[in-house]
């Protein structure tokens, strides 16, 4: 019980006081790596929900997907994917360029910049119902300043945890999305060689059984 009531203290440091917060994750490096796992875990099982929930609650006139076209496995992926990309690209950026951040460290201060997310995505589908469509410019940006408030937090995690100046944070903010887009681009590749080469070999199997078993 006080574990979980320490996570919703540190939820709510992050929504209230985001400076404690990362102060507190420098001063706890080697506090329990379990826990910030499960931390870790929570916080993204719950922004899938919000995120996946969000198409089903929100009002039609506002809505940009079908109900019935929602992809959990999509849904889940548009959350832990650039998320987690972006924890890998900014840890090898700061290790490279005097950084002080341990990948644990990283990986639970983005999962909890999270937050916000998690918590006003529900609300804004319910308030999504008080606006009608030739409002629908003042829901969009509600929705993205939501969006820059989650950035503005893996941002200052990343100058914080580093004790890195404003400039270089931003050097490393530039170089950790040119490492994402490699990132993306080298799995995309894979991806690609991969059916190809399943493709081939189901091909070559294919003509051997019509050789030799017809």
């Given at each position: 019980m006080t574990g979980a009531l320490q996570y919703v203290k540190l939820a709510l440091?992050?929504?209230?006081?985001?400076?404690?917060?990362?102060?507190?994750?420098?001063r706890d490096r080697a506090g329990d790596k379990k826990g910030k796992i499960l931390a870790v875990v929570v916080l993204h099982a719950l922004a899938f929900l919000a995120n996946y929930s969000y198409v089903f609650i929100v009002s039609?006139?506002?809505?940009?997907?079908?109900?019935?076209?929602a992809n959990y496995v999509l849904e889940l992926c548009?959350?832990?994917?650039?998320?987690?990309?972006?924890?890998?690209?900014?840890?090898a950026m700061s290790s490279i360029l005097s950084g002080e951040s341990k990948l644990i460290e990283i990986l639970t201060t983005a999962s909890?910049?999270?937050?916000?997310?998690?918590?006003?995505?529900?609300c804004l589908a319910l308030a999504s119902h008080?606006?009608?469509?030739?409002?629908?410019?003042?829901?969009?940006a509600l929705r993205g300043l939501v969006l820059?408030?989650?950035?503005?937090?893996?941002?200052?995690?990343?100058?914080?945890?580093?004790?890195?100046?404003?400039?270089?944070?931003?050097?490393?903010?530039?170089?950790?999305?040119?490492?994402?887009?490699?990132?993306?681009a080298i799995a995309l590749l894979l991806f690609s060689l991969t059916i190809q080469l399943f493709s081939f070999f189901g091909g070559f199997l294919k003509e051997i059984n019509l050789k030799y078993f017809y």
């Open positions: 440091m992050v929504l209230f006081n985001p400076i404690d917060f990362l102060d507190v994750m420098k039609f006139p506002l809505s940009s997907k079908e109900p019935s076209s548009i959350i832990t994917v650039p998320l987690l990309t972006w924890v890998i690209a900014a840890y909890y910049a999270l937050v916000p997310f998690i918590l006003f995505t529900p008080v606006f009608s469509g030739a409002e629908q410019g003042i829901y969009q820059v408030w989650v950035l503005v937090l893996l941002l200052a995690g990343l100058s914080r945890l580093n004790d890195y100046s404003a400039g270089k944070t931003i050097v490393v903010t530039a170089l950790s999305i040119i490492a994402m887009v490699i990132i993306w």
